[in-house]
Nanobody, 124 residues
Framework: VQLQASGGGLVQAGGSLRLSCAAS????????GGWFRQAPGKEREFVAA????????YYADSVKGRFTISRDNAKNTVYLQMNSLKPEDTAVYYC??????????????????WGQGTLVTVSS
């Protein structure tokens, strides 16, 4: 599975962005989907994840209530809607997919496939 993340950009604090993660090469429907981010000088951290059928979603405490992960298996795409953005959300955002259990969806090394990352910059 090849993943292509897009939708990043520069936005003012309080604004919104929608990230997309388009899969190719194979259907993404059997896989859980996740978003992670890495800010300059920091380690990669979990942002959000969604089960293969979209029935369950998981969020980092720092984004809960502001970000929404969703998926459209017919379009082979996972999305991350980001609202009320803050300067501390500035990072490169990576999408990922894998056959993983709900217990490990927050763990980056459990994912099998990764996109190239898209930069989100939030100005104050």
């Amino acid at each position: 599975v090849q993943l292509q993340a897009s939708g990043g950009g520069l936005v003012q604090a309080g604004g919104s962005l929608r990230l997309s993660c388009a899969a190719s090469g194979r259907t993404i429907s059997p896989y859980a989907g996740g978003w992670f981010r890495q800010a300059p000088g920091k380690e990669r951290e979990f942002v959000a994840a969604i089960t293969w059928n979209g029935d369950n979603t998981y969020y980092a405490d720092s984004v809960k209530g502001r970000f929404t992960i969703s998926r459209d298996n017919a379009k082979n795409t996972v999305y991350l809607q980001m609202n009320s953005l803050k300067p501390e959300d500035t990072a490169v955002y990576y999408c990922a997919a894998g056959r993983i259990t709900t217990a490990t969806m927050r763990v980056s090394r459990q994912y099998d496939y990764w996109g190239q990352g898209t930069l989100v910059t939030v100005s104050s």
